[in-house]
């Protein structure tokens, strides 16, 4: 005989809806970070770096390739990518940013994903957050180069790298082979987030992962070892950066993560300090994970930051702020974790957003002013040919000025499009036939025979601060600047005087009018 008995308790029903899908945490996160990067992007002028990439990235893809045997091997893939993102947008100040702004979204993507694998939802979110306004990444996402790129590949590749020591799978350690020399090759300081991943293997898994783990690092530092072989003959192109000294330490507290933002660097060591303290009180069993994550962030900023600086002490100078911009993950992940614990709840975690906002503000709006890319002024002297001279019109570069930070031909690659109207005479062999960034430059008096069939000359030399920014007439005087130099004294034998003067930040640049024919 059976007996069946009916549960007549009644049902539960829960008290409260359930909370808001988490899947969009991510998205919504790296729109903002989007946003916010993409924001007066057009603003700032092209510079130095930004027309390196434009010059690369707008050859055909055999003319790239011959050009990286022979510079810029470690911006070699980043250049195909741009190459494909030229083929489609064209290479304006907002279009060849926005890739990057593009990019700082897919990393503050990562960020949100890769904190919640090791802390909390609200612990992520708020580090995505941190992330987005970050001095460094507000900087990199309008910035045409691979930072912002880099900054996305080491998050992803740890996401990976994490999921992949929890299943401990050799199908997904293979593929971590593959991602880690894809990284190394989009930029050869990735190899440096290997420890990093030591780390997180070590502390979200156990010996076995840790041991595949190993064998795949290995692996992929066999793969890339010739590439880092090559690039180290390519070294001449830092020759520039200084040897360690006092000062780097100031670059690393201020320069690496925080721009020169003084007010956010320090509200952001207060609240790391604070932070620390809180979590630290708490010592119970559930700081477990608060301490992995944090483990895994301060070796994130720590271990590169070593490497790079060891190998400046004892082989080159490499060390630069911008070049671990990789690194600035990490400290967005500790910032969030400090954040939540300082907070103690929304309201205290929204007040701490947005005082870090307020104190990122000054910088964010520096980052955006039109002299913002070390006082270069590539896109408004491209402005000037561009609005006002007449086809056919000839150009003079003036190649004695100490240009900054290289020669002055670079100005010309990075709107190419504006000065294609003019004769250059002083354009040697160009930077394809060279597989070089730029082309080469022939002094004045070698090319002076052509001068009489110039209608107007447009001269490009430094900012005279004895004279106007704006000035016009039938005859102005050139200055002490121009005036010693051939790139006046050869047209003024030929007849030609100033008529109009425009200086920017660091160029000036001149019409000159009144050729003597026959002369």
Same mark, same amino acid.
């Not at 090559?230 to 670059?251: C, D, E, H, N």
């Given at each position: 005989?059976?007996?069946?008995?009916?549960?007549?308790?009644?049902?539960?029903?829960?008290?409260?809806?359930?909370?808001?899908?988490?899947?969009?945490?991510?998205?919504?996160?790296?729109?903002?970070?989007?946003?916010?990067?993409?924001?007066?992007?057009?603003?700032?002028?092209?510079?130095?770096?930004?027309?390196?990439?434009?010059?690369?990235?707008?050859?055909?893809?055999?003319?790239?390739?011959?050009?990286?045997?022979?510079?810029?091997?470690?911006?070699?893939?980043?250049?195909?990518?741009?190459?494909?993102?030229?083929?489609?947008?064209?290479?304006?100040?907002?279009?060849?940013?926005?890739?990057?702004?593009?990019?700082?979204?897919?990393?503050?993507?990562?960020?949100?994903?890769?904190?919640?694998?090791?802390?909390?939802?609200?612990?992520?979110?708020?580090?995505?957050?941190?992330?987005?306004?970050?001095?460094?990444?507000?900087?990199?996402?309008?910035?045409?180069?691979?930072?912002?790129?880099?900054?996305?590949?080491?998050?992803?590749?740890?996401?990976?790298?994490?999921?992949?020591?929890?299943?401990?799978?050799?199908?997904?350690?293979?593929?971590?082979?593959?991602?880690?020399?894809?990284?190394?090759?989009?930029?050869?300081?990735?190899?440096?987030?290997?420890?990093?991943?030591?780390?997180?293997?070590?502390?979200?898994?156990?010996?076995?992962?840790?041991?595949?783990?190993?064998?795949?690092?290995?692996?992929?530092?066999?793969?890339?070892?010739?590439?880092?072989?090559?690039?180290?003959?390519?070294?001449?192109?830092?020759?520039?950066?200084?040897?360690?000294?006092?000062?780097?330490?100031?670059?690393?507290?201020?320069?690496?993560?925080?721009? =020169?933002?003084?007010? $956010?660097? #320090?509200? +952001?060591? &207060?609240? *790391? !300090?604070?932070?620390? %303290?809180?979590?630290?009180? @708490? /010592?119970?069993?559930?700081?477990?994970?608060?301490?992995?994550?944090?483990?895994?962030?301060?070796?994130?900023?720590?271990?590169?930051?070593?490497?790079?600086?060891?190998?400046?002490?004892?082989?080159?100078?490499?060390?630069?702020? =911008?070049?671990?911009? $990789?690194? #600035?993950? +990490?400290? &967005?992940? *500790? !910032?969030?974790?400090? %954040?939540?614990?300082?907070? @103690? /709840?929304?309201?205290?975690?929204?007040?701490?957003?947005?005082?870090?906002?307020?104190?990122?503000?000054?910088?964010?709006?520096?980052?955006?002013?039109?002299?913002?890319?070390?006082?270069?002024?590539?896109?408004?002297?491209?402005?000037?040919?561009?609005?006002?001279? #007449?086809?056919?019109?000839?150009?003079? !570069?003036?190649?004695?000025?100490?240009?900054?930070?290289?020669?002055?031909?670079?100005?010309?690659?990075?709107?190419?499009?504006?000065?294609?109207?003019?004769?250059?005479?002083?354009?040697?062999?160009?930077?394809?036939?060279?597989?070089?960034?730029?082309?080469?430059?022939?002094?004045?008096?070698?090319?002076?025979?052509?001068?009489?069939?110039?209608?107007?000359?447009?001269?490009?030399?430094?900012?005279?601060?004895?004279?106007?920014?704006?000035?016009?007439?039938?005859?102005?005087?050139?200055?002490?600047?121009?005036?010693?130099?051939?790139?006046?004294?050869?047209?003024?034998?030929?007849?030609?005087?100033?008529?109009?003067?425009?200086?920017?930040?660091?160029?000036?640049?001149?019409?000159?009018?009144?050729?003597?024919?026959?002369?």
């Amino acid at each position: 005989m059976t007996i069946s008995i009916r549960d007549t308790r009644p049902a539960v029903v829960p008290a409260t809806p359930p909370p808001a899908p988490r899947r969009w945490d991510a998205g919504l996160v790296a729109l903002l970070a989007i946003v916010v990067s993409a924001a007066g992007a057009a603003r700032p002028s092209l510079w130095f770096d930004e027309a390196a990439t434009i010059s690369a990235g707008t050859r055909s893809v055999p003319e790239l390739l011959r050009m990286v045997g022979h510079i810029d091997a470690v911006h070699g893939v980043y250049y195909l990518l741009m190459h494909g993102w030229f083929a489609v947008f064209p290479a304006t100040e907002f279009m060849s940013r926005l890739s990057s702004a593009i990019a700082v979204g897919a990393a503050a993507a990562g960020v949100v994903v890769l904190g919640r694998q090791l802390s909390t939802r609200q612990v992520a979110v708020t580090a995505g957050l941190v992330f987005a306004i970050l001095p460094r990444v507000t900087w990199a996402g309008m910035e045409t180069r691979s930072y912002a790129l880099t900054m996305a590949a080491a998050l992803w590749l740890t996401v990976f790298c994490v999921r992949a020591a929890r299943r401990n799978r050799k199908v997904l350690w293979c593929g971590y082979f593959a991602l880690l020399v894809a990284a190394t090759l989009l930029n050869v300081f990735l190899v440096l987030i290997i420890p990093v991943h030591a780390v997180a293997v070590g502390v979200c898994a156990g010996r076995r992962a840790l041991r595949d783990w190993a064998v795949a690092a290995v692996a992929a530092v066999g793969a890339v070892t010739p590439f880092l072989m090559f690039t180290q003959t390519q070294l001449f192109q830092v020759r520039w950066i200084s040897p360690l000294q006092a000062g780097t330490v100031v670059k690393i507290v201020q320069d690496q993560y925080f721009d =020169r933002a003084v007010p $956010f660097a #320090a509200l +952001a060591g &207060a609240i *790391l !300090l604070a932070g620390g %303290v809180e979590l630290w009180r @708490r /010592g119970t069993p559930a700081s477990v994970r608060p301490a992995r994550l944090a483990v895994i962030a301060i070796t994130w900023m720590a271990a590169p930051t070593a490497a790079l600086l060891l190998y400046s002490a004892v082989r080159h100078p490499v060390y630069y702020p =911008r070049y671990l911009s $990789f690194t #600035a993950p +990490a400290i &967005a992940l *500790l !910032l969030g974790q400090c %954040v939540v614990a300082v907070g @103690r /709840g929304r309201v205290g975690v929204t007040a701490i957003l947005a005082a870090l906002t307020v104190a990122a503000a000054p910088n964010y709006l520096a980052q955006r002013g039109p002299y913002a890319k070390e006082h270069m002024d590539y896109s408004q002297v491209a402005d000037v040919i561009e609005r006002y001279a #007449a086809p056919g019109d000839c150009l003079v !570069l003036d190649n004695s000025t100490t240009w900054k930070p290289g020669p002055i031909r670079p100005l010309l690659a990075a709107r190419p499009a504006a000065y294609q109207k003019l004769h250059d005479y002083g354009r040697g062999r160009t930077a394809i036939q060279r597989n070089m960034l730029w082309d080469s430059h022939i002094a004045i008096w070698a090319w002076a025979d052509k001068m009489p069939d110039c209608p107007a000359l447009w001269t490009i030399t430094e900012r005279d601060p004895s004279r106007p920014d704006h000035e016009s007439g039938p005859s102005l005087p050139p200055g002490p600047r121009l005036g010693r130099a051939m790139a006046y004294q050869v047209p003024s034998r030929f007849g030609f005087h100033v008529v109009e003067r425009w200086q920017f930040s660091f160029a000036q640049v001149t019409k000159s009018e009144g050729l003597v024919r026959g002369a």
